[in-house]
């Protein structure tokens, strides 16, 4: 009787180990989604950031091609192009 009385305090001892084990993976994990979810915020905002970046390098790159900087002049043409057969277009569906 007494091995079964030492067997069963053993279970509940091993029993209570797990449980504890549970409950400290348990937070271990909630602590790692709350991490998760904040990077994944921060590479939110970094992302937004950068498209703002390159935004204004192509606004920059734009106002030096409207500077007369030679590196941009070619690019300057194609883009007023573009703009002008944008207004034909438009005048176009206007007079019709």
């Known amino acids: 009787m007494s091995?079964?009385?030492?067997?069963?305090?053993?279970?509940?001892?091993?029993?209570?180990?797990?449980?504890?084990?549970?409950?400290?993976?348990?937070k271990d994990n909630q602590a790692l989604r709350s991490e998760l979810s904040f990077y994944h915020n921060r590479f939110k905002q970094t992302?937004?950031?950068?498209?703002?970046?390159?935004k204004q390098i192509e606004t920059l790159k734009a106002a030096n091609a409207l500077l007369g900087s030679d590196e941009f002049k070619?690019?300057?043409?194609?883009?007023?192009?573009s703009i002008i057969r944008?207004?034909?277009?438009?005048?176009?569906?206007?007079?019709?």
Do not use: G, H, P, W
């Open 47 to 54: 992302d937004l950031e950068i498209n703002d970046y390159q």
């Open 74 to 81: 070619r690019e300057t043409k194609v883009r007023i192009n």
């Open 3 to 26: 091995d079964i009385v030492k067997i069963v305090d053993e279970l509940e001892q091993k029993i209570k180990k797990m449980i504890s084990k549970i409950d400290n993976l348990e």
């Open 86 to 96: 944008e207004i034909d277009y438009c005048v176009a569906q206007l007079s019709e």
